[in-house]
């Protein structure tokens, strides 16, 4: 079992800056692939971004290339979501979740959540205008 904690959320406006974390539990963490979903009120949750377990591929969700990054750290088992430029269509709660046995960041499937296994409580970000 997989425990996902995130941190960073915040208040600030757009244009801004903010670099949420993602703390897992367990010793196994470099064979997760890492995917971040976001939810706005009155909306459905959304694939923002995944990384993927071995050879660190990353790919976005269109409306953040180019402002969002992902990366992880194996030796702290931690993943993190830099978000640069924010706009107010950015705010929501955003999530980090794990997945194994064989998911990709190229794989399509990726940016489904069903796809993944754990999920952490989730952190809000909101951006204003």
């Known amino acids: 079992q997989v425990q996902l904690v995130e941190s960073g959320g915040g208040l600030v406006q757009a244009g801004g800056s903010l670099r949420l974390s993602c703390a897992a539990s367990?010793?196994?963490?470099?064979?997760?692939?890492m995917g971040w979903f976001r939810q706005a009120p009155g909306k459905e949750r959304e694939f923002v971004g995944v990384?993927?377990?071995?050879?660190?591929?990353?790919r976005y969700l269109d409306s953040v290339k180019g402002r969002f990054t992902i990366s992880r750290d194996n030796a702290k088992n931690t993943v993190y979501l830099q978000m640069n430029n924010l706009k107010p269509e950015d705010t929501a709660v955003y999530y980090c979740?794990?997945?194994?046995?064989?998911?990709?960041?190229?794989?399509?499937?990726?940016?489904?959540?069903?796809?993944?296994?754990?999920w952490g409580q989730g952190t809000q970000v909101t951006v204003s205008s």
């Open positions: 979740a794990s997945a194994r046995g064989g998911l990709k960041a190229y794989y399509p499937r990726a940016r489904l959540s069903a796809s993944y296994d754990y």
């Open positions: 367990g010793r196994t963490f470099s064979s997760y692939t």
């Open positions: 990384i993927s377990d071995n050879d660190e591929t990353t």
